[in-house]
Structures are given as C-alpha cells and as structure tokens.
C-alpha cells in the first residue's frame, strides 16, 4: 500500500489530479478507464473529474475517465470477488426484520420492556434494528459481540442478546428465500478473500484479482473517517492501493484514517474570520456583505457557501436571490418536502381522519385540484363556500344528508371518495402499491413510463421524487418476500416515505452560480473563497450519535464512531479548509429561528485559552445594557480553562455578594463580570433562585405593614398566606400550573412555622425597624454596596438578619473555614458598616434559616469580634488589589470541586464528569 500526503496549505483535489496524471502520463490522450478512485462523497468524485477535464482541456488530450467510488460502494465492489447469488433489495431486508420481529415477540418484549400491543407497528423498529446492525457491521461488530462487552450490565446485555435472537430470525427468513443482505454478502466476500478454506477457491480468487482491471490503480483519497470493513478491503487489495491524505503524514494511519490521537496544531487566526450574528437573517446578511467585498475578483465557481441545515439555508438562498447572487442548493429537498411527497401526506391525513381541514389540505394540493375542478376559479369559489358551510354546521364529510342541500358541494366529495376508495381496502402491501400508483397516475395523468402530461415545466427535482417513487415501487414488487397481513394503504404510504426520507432530491445546477453545501463536502471542494455558516455547537459538530441502544459509551468501549472521534474529524476538517482557502467567512448565531439561544461549534474554541476568552467575550457581547442570558447547556471548552485574564478596566466598586463569588471560584467572578451568564432553564415550576426570591419579597412586605411587630402567630401566619396568594398570582397568573401550586404548599408550610417563630421573637421584645435596606461601606479607595434584608431593633440592641431558604449550619462556618479561610465576607462587613452606625458597637448578625426541613426553621445568631471584622476587612481590600493586579493568573478555575456541584458555569467549565458505560 503506497502512501502520499500533500501539505495542508495546498490545494487537494488540484494536487490529486496532478498526480494521478503524472502517474499515467502520455503525449496525445490519457487512458483512466483502469484507474479507480475512492473519495468521501459523491460530490467530491464529479469534482475531481471537473478537474481533470479541465487539465486535459488545457494539454488538448483526450482521456477516458476514471471510475468514482465511495468507501461503502467500494466494500460492496468485493462482492464481485465471491460466488454470491442474489442479494436482498433494500425493502426484502426491512420485509425480513419485520417479519422476525413479528416472530420473535418474546425477545421484542425484553427490548421494549413491556408487553407487545395489538396491532403494534412494527416498521420503525425494524428500520432502527436494521440501521444499528448495519453500522455495527460496518465495523465487522454483530450483536452477540456487544452482549459480551455488556456482559456486566444484566439488562443491557438481555436486550442485545434478544437483538442476536432476532437477528437469527431475520437470517433464517433471508435464507429460506435464496437470498443474502448486502451487509452480509461484504462480510462473506471479505472473508473469502482473506481466509478461504480451501487451495481450490483461494486460487480462483487470486486469479480473479490478477486479473483485476484495475490493477495497482486504485487512489484512495482523503478518507479520513474508516470503518473496520473498509479497512479490511483496502487490505484485501493493499498491493493495487495508493493512499492520498492532506495534511501532515503523522496524522494518519496505515489506511490513511485520521488518528484517534492527534493533536491538530491549535490555530490562533481564527478572531478576523468568525462573525457572531444574532440571527440566521443576520448571518446571511453577513455572507451577502463578505460577497460584496470581494469586488467581483473571483467567479461564482471559486465561491463555496456551507450550509448545515434548513434553518440557516432558507434565509441565505433568499437573501442571495435579491443580491442577484446565482446560488445552486446542492443539498437539495428531502421527499417529504416535494409536491409528490406532500401530496402523499395529505391523502394519509384524511384516510386518517375525514374532517373539514383535511379534506380542503387535499383537494387544495394543486394536482388533486386540477384534477378535481374543471378551473382555479371553480376552485376558489366551492373553497369559500364549503368553508363558509362548514363553519354553520357540525359534519361527517361522507354519508351525511346534511350537503343534501348543498348538491355542489356534495358532487366534490364523492369525486374525491371516489377517488381514493380503492386506497381504503385492505390488502397486501403490493396490491397498496399497485392501488396508490394507479391513484398517481390518475391525478397525475401519466403512463407507466411518462412524466406528468400535465405539468411540462414542473421543477426537475418533483419529477426527480416521482421517479425515486417508481423505483421504489418497482423493488417493493418484485420482492420475494411479503408480508402477508393484510392492512391500509396508509402503512404502505408511510412505509414507502420513510425509506424515501434519506433521498436528497437536488435542482439542476445553473452553468454559473454559486454552490451551496453541506459541512463534510467543503475541505474536497479547493475552493478559493469559502464562507461556513451555521459553524453552532449540535450543528458542527453534529448533536450527539448516540442511540438508544448505542449511548455514547458504549460506542466507545465498541471502538465505534463516537462524538469525540467525530469532533477530532471536524476539528481536522476546519483546519484543512482554513489553511488552503485564501479568503474565509466563518458566522454563529446567538439565537435559532424559534429564539432559543444557540452555543458557538466548540470548534472556534481550537485556539490558544486567552483566544478562547476573547471568542466567548465576542460571542457573549450584548447589543445593549441589558444582561444577555446565555445557554450553557452541554457547552465544553477546548483545553484548560485555566486561562491567562485580565479586566479591562479597574474595579474599585463591588455588591458585598460579590466577594464570595470570587472567593469561591475567581474564574466565575471573572465570568460574572464580563455579564456571560448562563441560562436558567424554562421549566412550568419555579427555579431554587425564584422560590427564594418570592420568600424575600413576602417577608419584605410583610416587614413594611402594620403587622411586622404582631406577637399573634395567627395573625401573622394569616398575612404571610394573603402575601403568598398574591406574590403567587403576580408571577403566574390566576390559574398556576399544578407544579407550582405543589411549591406554594411548601412555601406556605415553611411561612407558617416562620410565623411562630417571629412572633416568639416579637414577644422577646424585638422589632423590625427596616426592610430591604440599602448601604454603602468605604475602605479607603474602594466602594462596597449591600441590601441587608431585615434590621431588628430592642432597646440598645442591634440584629442585622439575612434570609436563607437552602441548608445554613451557622454564621460563621458559613464565612470561615479554618483550613481554607474566609468563603464569604457578607456578614461580618454588615458587622462594619453597623459599627460605624452605632458608635463603635458591634450588631449581632443572625441568619433566618427557613429550610425546606421545618424542625431547622430558626434564627441563627453570631456576634462578629473586633479581631474578625478587621480580618474580613483585610481580605475584601485584598481581594479589590488582586483584581486590579493585572496578573493574568488571578482568575483560575477553583481547585475545591464541591463549589463546582451547584454552579451553574460547571459545562463551561467542562467540570460536568462524564458517566463512562
């Protein structure tokens, strides 16, 4: 097996083709009809042929071409090499899984874990078994092999070995009909290649090889992404086999697969590329600008766009239209969302469910409307009528005498139940094909093997969905296996779209216009000016492989793709495309189509930590004054988040709450500071930070009336419940969810032992003098602020008292360890500031612990000394000079991890410790 590599700042595919020319050099043509060339896509194949015509154009040769494979068409190539009869059609395997699942209940039941229902529907099932044990083959893993690894786990390894049960099933059902799957013809193919039991068949098969056509000219070309079976067949042909990868030689294998333990050289010159918008509108707007700049120095075929997904596609190809930017959507429709395939939704609809609104979806589908109504304005007048009718009248669309009275209207319905009746037999699913192919060809007025008379200009991708629905249909036909049962055409339907679902249906590209595609067909593209949109955390990289009977962990103990393999692929894959490309636009959004806040692709995060924090700084910048809340949610940093800090301004004022944020982990003070603050989850109950807050305004306002200084427990118990009510009512509304009305209970139990309580302390000769009280304390040059919740006066005496709904032990060991020092400086510098108050004399200070325990519902008090108070003092001047030092070190993460189980920062932080399997 050769092997190749071409620095990563050159042009791949141009380097490629030099090279497979040079290698197969002639003065007057070029003959490549022996040359096989194995690429990640498609796409990256008719690129490459572009290329060498190009090339040859040039030289003025003339050349056959190569043959194009991807890495699973070139497994399934092997097939040729082994004496396999017939292989399975896609539909006889899902045919097959169905029916061993329908015999083999008992093992479905231990995968469900229940019982299996009448009339269970068993496609969804068998497609998802089907997709596990394909990609599970892939890398030569079956499912006895993973019930082994999972030998420790009693459920999870019940739940594979049913797997293998029906697994045998779904053979035996194949073998009785004289067929194989494809997946286990590449299997049988690669072992009789590798291992044949005997010198009669391993001569055959040498001599099939030597003769091979394509003898030592096979280029494999930048597959980075391998699976165990394609390794195994580049090994079955290793002498024939010339590895091409980009990049730096050390980073791939034998197989030229990426390594699973590289280490991509950080990039530190990404902050001029990357733009953070606020929406995918303002990211298109963005690439319309950067388009723009370019000032018409490079052609529509020099320019890539990447595209993710629909959400950030459909803004951009619009604002690209009224550019006059001519863009080709390489990418293409799924089935469903062509005429073809919303026609078909909207006829399962109604056969579903005959009501007003399905009936006017499907006859206003504009082929059963051309077909139904003699003209559009036929059309438009029955609409208005019918629904004008319908909206007097309760109605059966069919059967019903009520449109007896309404005879046009009538006509309409019976023309279209006449329409679909045959669909509402029940048959087997051949005869459904053979019924809701004849409905199309009705509607769509076509024969067998024309397109829709009717429709001459129809797009070229519709009628591309119409022939992938003949395909298939011509597959479900003649299959040798049936199920039997007989049932609707709606299952038929739905099965037939489900397999369509994966079917990207792509317009015709114009001559000139700019290429719109996804992620993993960008770094082949060699495209000069390359502008990757969408670059979101879930988007690149993708949101999490894991399945449910395949979680993440598990894929790594099965040596399987999992999410950090793929985030090493997409890491490398930026780093090629950002070395090669001259000009680059890179743009996030801040927030998705439906407003939810979105998280940077961790892969902007691949630069050096003070980068990182810059990045995040920009990504986090809020238009106004307003404090951005911002999602965290699964969110990781690249690297250590011990980054080297700084402020940009001097701090010489702090809220008193501050000093234990800093105390307890300086990175979160840092990140406070900035106002990057993480989301707090929408949920229909209220959050521990909304519940205390709702027990502080409660006892604020009670506070402030006349009856603060009451000594009856049940006058003050019956006002802290009429202040609750209200509070509760306020934050939402008349008609609370059920949930919150189980936390008001708890509140309302926690007030009314609270009630006893105060009017203990009321009888103890103590009142409350001042609520929610405002100060400011001065220690030289610096200003701190606080909001002391309640001061209690009797006679001479003083009782600062701060309000605690979580668990509190004490005054002081809430402030003081004495192996770690001050955690928080709170009291003791209210302590101060009422020293200073009183003329020198030291307030008690007393927490009012009112726990979710109703036993620990109690004041706390502590009397701060001299020594103390001082000492508190030092260390807030202390804590000022140290964020102010400049020192880039001072805001490390914290080293004590129990501070990180309740922070919200934690996922940033990457302090959430993953479960291994």
């Not at 529907?121 to 078994?129: C, D, E, R, V």
């Not at 030289?780 to 602020?785: G, L, Q, R, S, V």
Request: aromatic content about 8%.
């Amino acid at each position: 097996m050769k092997k190749t590599t071409i620095p990563i700042t050159e042009p791949f595919l141009l380097r490629v083709a030099d090279l497979i020319i040079k290698n197969h050099n002639s003065t007057e043509s070029y003959d490549f009809s022996d040359v096989m060339i194995v690429l990640p896509g498609s796409r990256s194949g008719r690129r490459l042929l572009e290329i060498l015509c190009e090339k040859l154009t040039i030289e003025n040769a003339l050349f056959s071409p190569p043959r194009f494979l991807t890495p699973g068409k070139f497994c399934e190539f092997l097939i040729n090499f082994s004496e396999i009869d017939k292989i399975a059609l896609d539909v006889e395997e899902i045919f097959a899984w169905i029916l061993a699942l329908e015999n083999e209940n008992e093992a479905l039941e231990t995968l469900l874990n229940k019982p299996v229902a009448e009339n269970y529907n068993y496609l969804p099932f068998a497609i998802a078994i089907r997709q596990i044990y394909n990609e599970l083959a892939g890398d030569l893993i079956f499912f006895d092999d993973v019930a082994k690894i999972t030998r420790d786990n009693g459920r999870e390894t019940e739940r594979w070995l049913a797997l293998h049960e029906i697994y045998k099933t779904y053979l035996k059902i194949l073998e009785s009909n004289s067929i194989i799957d494809k997946t286990s013809a590449i299997t049988k193919a690669l072992l009789s290649i590798t291992c044949s039991e005997s010198e009669a068949a391993r001569g055959k098969i040498v001599e099939s090889l030597e003769t091979f056509k394509y003898t030592n000219n096979i280029y494999v070309v930048g597959v980075v992404d391998m699976f165990e079976r394609f390794r195994a067949a580049l090994n079955c042909l290793s002498d024939k086999i010339t590895i091409i990868s980009h990049g730096e030689k050390e980073w791939f294998g034998d197989e030229g697969g990426l390594q699973s333990d590289i280490n991509i050289k950080k990039s530190d010159d990404l902050s001029d590329k990357v733009k953070f918008c606020e929406s995918y509108s303002e990211q298109s707007a963005e690439t319309v600008n950067f388009l723009r700049g370019l000032e018409g120095k490079y052609s529509c075929r020099d320019i890539i766009i990447s595209a993710p997904d629909d959400d950030i596609r459909r803004p951009l190809k619009q604002y690209l239209t009224e550019a006059e930017v001519p863009t080709h959507d390489s990418l293409g429709s799924v089935f469903g969302q062509t005429e073809l395939g919303i026609l078909l939704k909207s006829l399962t609809d109604y056969l579903n469910e005959k009501t007003v609104k399905t009936f006017l979806n499907l006859i206003c589908h504009p082929v059963i409307e051309k077909y139904i109504f003699r003209s559009e304005e036929e059309s438009a007048i029955f609409i208005e009528n019918f629904q004008r009718f319908a909206s007097e009248h309760i109605l059966e669309l069919t059967g019903s005498k009520v449109f007896d009275e309404k005879p046009e209207q009538k006509e309409i319905i019976v023309k279209t139940e006449n329409l679909i009746a045959p669909l509402c037999e029940k048959s087997t699913i051949k005869k459904s094909v053979e019924n809701i192919n004849e409905l199309l060809s009705e509607v769509y007025n076509i024969n067998k093997n024309d397109q829709p008379a009717a429709y001459p200009a129809i797009p070229m991708f519709h009628l591309e969905a119409i022939k992938k629905w003949r395909e298939l249909s011509d597959r479900i036909l003649s299959s040798g296996i049936e199920i039997k049962e007989k049932s609707d055409s709606t299952k038929t339907i739905k099965l037939m779209c489900q397999l369509l679902s994966g079917e990207k249906l792509a317009p015709a590209a114009e001559t000139e216009a700019v290429d719109i595609i996804g992620w993993l067909e960008v770094p082949l593209e060699d495209a000069p000016v390359v502008i990757l949109t969408g670059m979101n955390e879930g988007t690149v990289p993708e949101s999490k492989l894991s399945h449910v009977f395949l979680p993440n962990s598990l894929r790594k103990s099965l040596g399987i793709q999992n999410d950090s393999g793929r985030l090493n692929r997409d890491r490398y894959y930026l780093r090629t495309i950002v070395e090669s490309a001259e000009k680059i636009l890179i743009t996030a959004g801040k927030y998705s189509a439906n407003q939810d806040p979105l998280l940077p692709s961790r892969l902007l995060l691949d630069v050096s930590e003070e980068n990182q924090a810059k990045l995040l700084e920009r990504f986090y910048k809020t238009t106004n004054e307003t404090d951005r809340i911002i999602r965290t949610d699964g969110f990781e940093l690249i690297g250590s988040p011990e980054l080297e800090l700084s402020l940009d301004e001097e701090i010489n004022e702090l809220a008193v709450t501050r000093f234990k944020d800093f105390l307890e982990c300086p990175y979160r003070f840092y990140l406070k500071q900035k106002k990057i603050y993480p989301c707090k989850e929408l949920t229909k109950e209220m959050p521990a930070f909304q519940f205390g807050t709702i027990i502080h305004n409660i006892l604020e306002q009670f506070g402030n009336s006349e009856l603060a200084n009451s000594e009856n427990p049940n006058i003050i118990r019956s006002k802290l419940k009429e202040l609750l009510d209200k509070e509760i009512e306020r934050e939402f509304g008349e008609k609370p969810h059920p949930a919150v009305l189980i936390q008001r209970d708890s509140m309302l139990k926690r007030l009314n032992v609270l009630a006893e309580k105060q009017a203990e302390r009321a009888k103890n000769g103590w009142e409350i003098k001042e609520t929610e009280k405002e100060i400011i304390i001065e220690l030289a040059e610096y200003k701190i602020k606080g909001k002391i919740d309640r001061i209690d006066e009797k006679i001479t005496q003083k009782c600062i008292i701060d309000y605690k709904t979580g668990k509190v032990k004490g005054v002081k060991s809430e402030h003081y360890n004495k192996n770690t020092g001050w955690t928080n400086l709170q009291l003791p510098l209210y302590a101060y500031w009422g020293k200073i108050k009183s003329n020198g004399k030291i307030p008690v200070t007393a927490y009012f612990s009112i726990q979710k325990n109703t036993s620990e519902i109690k004041l706390l008090e502590y009397e701060w000394s001299e020594e103390e108070i001082d000492e508190a003092i030092k260390e807030a001047v202390n804590i000022f000079k140290k964020i102010n030092s400049g020192d880039k070190s001072t805001f490390k993460r914290t080293d004590n991890m129990k501070n990180c189980s309740y922070c919200d920062y934690k996922k940033l932080c990457n302090r959430d410790v993953e479960i291994n399997y």
